[in-house]
């Protein structure tokens, strides 16, 4: 199985996070292409982050289906471009939130999200929607460090997301935690071991999922919502990209 | 009063409906800056479409604050990149989908939406979910025509959505009918004398918002979800568009 | 455009201060009869309370629509007798509780609503339900003054919906202010600098929505829900008002 | 027992209807006031008719409270001045459309009701959602027969809603139908035997729960949504009816 | 009138309480079949309980019918094999957690539930969204005491319970009190004349409104959801009590 | 990867059927122990049947604990005894209607479910419910094929199946099919050939995220919702079965 791991930020220390993630916990018949946009932004904290880093997801999507991958992983919490990139590819498309959100359904009656700003509180909380998960999500909270500054020593940030992790199982009565962000996929293991409960990192998650449709034979429907884009012709970036492909 | 008024396609002849539209219905004391994005795609009829177009949204956003517009309205009816146009802009930001939807539960129990293509549908949906009209919609549905095909008379747009509006109302219960596509604006006073009931075209609706707004010194709240972006560096056509910013 | 601005309780100093709010913000080709039930009650805060003042709106819709109305605004926070006025009147009727939540809507990604007396609380979250603004409505809370003593000095009416906008922004992550009472109108602007967030008057936002809809032309949908009233004979008080009508 | 039956219009054939099906269903221990108000209209088909009716309501309340009622029912299926009932009120109130929609929602996964003109469809629509019904009903449809008509041969009543209960069960999968109109109470033996589903009239069905909650000590809890109306000075037929009360 | 009142659990103490909670607000016409099943687990504190439970009740629900119940009531607050009962049973059934939170619902605008172990809360929550009571549930809380603890004067479940219910009325507005445990049932006046607001115990709840059905005639829909089971060969617990009955 | 998989009715050929169709999509890795209760039913359609069933996968739970297991799948598609198997297990429990879904839903905007009998509907719909699956289901439509007719060639499933996927694609807009019974799981690549949309079999599904689940380390939270089970005594068949476990 050839899966596209597909960091949509264009940051190579998240890539290689990332890519750690989904080696430790993928099978053995896997295959990863860890990629990132060949131009963006380094970190996603925002709408407009969103938006750049979405016209980078197709690229790579785009990449990804010339050399054969079997599946691709959008692995950013916000999952940026998942439409488009579902309605651009010919395999399956998973973001790492909707997977972490429905492993989360799996494993408790309430799950919680705990995330880097919260200045991103309403993607996250849009993304609980969307997917069907109001019910089953307890809330979402922030720890006021940036994505970048995950992996700064001088954030603590296990600290802060494991007092944030306590204050959830306490006040929201969560069964599961979510890690809001790819970049905090290092942090998983230890988390759960401090906290007793299931802590699932979306990177993971999806790369497990995409293993099982692939297994499945499984794809996008393209009839509806996610019928092949009508040939068009584009100017700008978008021709750059389209055009070509 | 300085109103953007951004066509989120290439379209020049689009462009001009939206114009005309606006034009016929807003206070004598508004000037309108209709305006498309300089690259794009020239009707938008999907996801990618929408991101396209989005990303051109952002570029008209940005030029029409340096010459002093007091509000954006993004004039399709995916209303594509709305929350990173709010993000950006320091005045208000308003899509006709959402201005036409909001106008429509003032006028009656329930409307319905007659769009283009039934491959847009699940768009609209996502649209009247995420606004809170879940309850006030009584159905989307398509006639079936390219949006760039409406102007043309082949196409029979007038009748095939005058037929879509009565199926409406006849098994949907409309009061009200939202015309689910900029470029049927033209249609709207014929539509509504035919059917007698309510037709609301969203770019007259969102220039009317618009103006309310601006009147009363309302612009978007920045404290939370729509606070300016985080200063970046952005590669790509976002580094062209957003570090000239 | 001629503009039907009914307060639907009897007090004069109340009718003066939403016509101050309405005229602040109209535009220069509007006209405003403000006016009041000649019977009534001159507060309105419990479900009795609106049960009698919606008998007085519907008194005032008919003298309204005698002398040529466009369009009534109902500008008391509870809306009452909102469906009843809009099957007898021939123009739009907007209630200023549903104009602000659409307003703020536009504004954030949450509202927040302020109010008089916790014993209203239920009444403005049942028309949170009713307008579908459930998912973008962070919380109502009141801030214990009666109507009547908002505009006396010593209800410190300023300081206290001000501190308890600051808990909404904190506690609810509210984008937008919502004021929960017509008599609120005149510290909009006060409290919207204090707070560095919009602060919405229903009243302002009103008069721009039926602005709005008097330019587009268009008014409720008589069809369905909203269809004119049967032809029949009524007894006591809607008898005197209704039957002469 | 001493229970309050009012019919909200003024009409003494349905009053009387209304009365032998509360009759044939309560307690052998249970006393009924059936009455109307003096002065009103003479069936409820509309917003205006109701806001007619929930001013009657009242006064009917009043009246029954006077005269040592334990539970007051208002048996008009819109169940108007519901909510100013139970705040004027020492003792429980209880719609008709409330007590049949709770009791549907005993008897099957999905209840269908079925009503009078299809004007009212929203009025029910809006109680289903209000009630906390929207999952457990599978719709609503109208005969088109006026409630002074049902009892009037020509109008076929009884056959026109059958057929309409027999296409709710095979198009709606109900398991049980509501009657939407008090008028249709003597129809329900029928309806049931020839349906072979529970067929439920709100008037016996509100009888039952009155009964209930006088055995059980129970009333409304008046200290947060219905609590006493404040004192106030009301004028016109308000002030008629509550400053002498 | 001839009902059955199941004690899901084997305690004959609670057998005890809840037919003394019936007996005290039954109708004199009403004779009580108190029962519980001759095997199980002595409370229900868990979905394993719940499980074990649902088979006694079928076994209690088949002895009733034999002996001509003419309702049957499950007197635990998880409701536990409700569906099965109905589909069983050809006379109704009503379980004490619907009967209590319909009954609240017509008493307030949001009632709270107070319950045992915390560790039954989303079996509560369950119920809430199930019974479609999601607007009207301000919150259900638990004392930390076991269900079979309630009646040991050292547990101070009297004191413990109203704190909780005092903190309900003042956090969550309650209007109304739900108790989540038949074993509480004892407190029931106790508790609301503390309070001044309405206390609900299941048991008198669904005991009046079993009367109400039978005095209608009304039994469960038998059509679609609650269709007799099909004719089957059952083994194991089941095969010896099926097979038999 | 040792899966234990539960059939949980008795038919020897439903269990077989549920492992050809885990065993041709499971992992090389992956052992898994096919097995279904020692009593109970043959074949699960209605409320009765679920209860006698989730019995018996609580017995296979216990006994699959006892060989190792790591993950527990319950292969029929009401996942009956879904919430008492994660309180009595300590590796993860899946169920295949929640798989199934969950897996639709990262596939297309719409999923319709196709299953056996119509009194099973219900069952179907709480399920989508409980899941947050109810804006993303289309709908649930049934063959009326039992169970155990499924594999009979005079039943015509295949045909019969074929024709209400179409229906669903058409009428319903599913972009994927979910079969609604572990009986139909040989169908699936045949029907997904034949419509061209997914067509998604739980059992295959689960399989795939049971797998996931413990390659990531994750199993169900203990903490709140799933706490084992209190220790307690149990009689009858429960007790033949946990006391000794």
Same mark, same amino acid.
Request: with cysteine; charged share 15%; aromatic share 4%.
């Given at each position: 199985?050839?899966?596209?791991?597909?960091?949509?930020?264009?940051?190579?220390?998240?890539?290689?996070?990332?890519?750690?993630? /989904?080696?430790?916990?993928?099978?053995?018949?896997?295959?990863?292409? /860890?990629?990132?946009?060949?131009?963006?932004?380094?970190?996603?904290? +925002?709408?407009?982050?969103?938006?750049?880093?979405?016209?980078?997801?197709?690229?790579?999507?785009?990449?990804?289906?010339?050399?054969?991958?079997?599946?691709?992983?959008? =692995?950013?919490?916000?999952?940026?471009?998942?439409?488009?990139?579902?309605?651009?590819?010919?395999?399956?498309?998973? +973001?790492?939130?909707?997977?972490?959100?429905?492993?989360?359904?799996?494993?408790?009656?309430?799950?919680?999200?705990?995330?880097?700003?919260?200045?991103?509180?309403?993607?996250? &909380?849009?993304?609980?929607?969307?997917?069907?998960?109001?019910?089953?999500? +307890?809330?979402?909270?922030?720890? &006021?460090?940036?994505?970048?500054?995950?992996?700064?020593? &001088?954030?603590?940030?296990?600290?802060?997301?494991?007092?944030?992790?306590?204050?959830?199982?306490?006040?929201?009565? /969560?069964?599961?935690?979510?890690?809001?962000?790819?970049?905090?996929?290092?942090?998983?293991?230890?988390?759960?071991?401090?906290?007793?409960?299931?802590?699932?990192?979306?990177?993971?998650? =999806?790369?497990?999922?995409?293993?099982?449709?692939?297994?499945? +034979?499984?794809?996008?429907?393209?009839?509806?919502?996610?019928?092949?884009?009508?040939?068009?012709?584009?100017?700008?970036? =978008?021709?750059?990209?389209?055009?070509? =492909?």
């Amino acid at each position: 199985m050839f899966i596209n791991l597909i960091n949509p930020n264009t940051s190579v220390s998240m890539t290689d996070c990332i890519h750690q993630a /989904a080696k430790s916990t993928s099978s053995p018949q896997t295959q990863l292409r /860890a990629c990132h946009p060949s131009e963006g932004v380094a970190s996603i904290e +925002g709408y407009l982050d969103e938006l750049v880093a979405a016209t980078g997801v197709i690229e790579q999507v785009i990449e990804g289906e010339k050399v054969g991958c079997q599946a691709h992983i959008l =692995a950013c919490f916000g999952d940026p471009g998942l439409d488009a990139a579902r309605e651009v590819a010919n395999v399956p498309v998973i +973001g790492i939130a909707e997977a972490a959100m429905h492993t989360a359904s799996l494993l408790g009656h309430k799950f919680s999200i705990v995330t880097t700003l919260s200045r991103t509180l309403p993607m996250s &909380e849009h993304l609980v929607h969307k997917y069907g998960m109001t019910a089953h999500c +307890g809330g979402v909270s922030a720890v &006021e460090i940036a994505v970048l500054e995950l992996h700064n020593p &001088e954030s603590d940030a296990y600290q802060r997301i494991l007092m944030a992790c306590q204050a959830a199982i306490k006040d929201e009565q /969560a069964d599961a935690i979510v890690l809001g962000c790819a970049g905090m996929a290092d942090l998983t293991r230890r988390l759960q071991n401090a906290l007793g409960i299931p802590v699932i990192d979306g990177v993971s998650a =999806a790369v497990g999922m995409a293993e099982m449709l692939i297994r499945c +034979g499984l794809t996008t429907g393209k009839r509806h919502a996610y019928a092949a884009p009508l040939l068009k012709t584009y100017s700008g970036w =978008a021709g750059n990209l389209l055009n070509r =492909a």
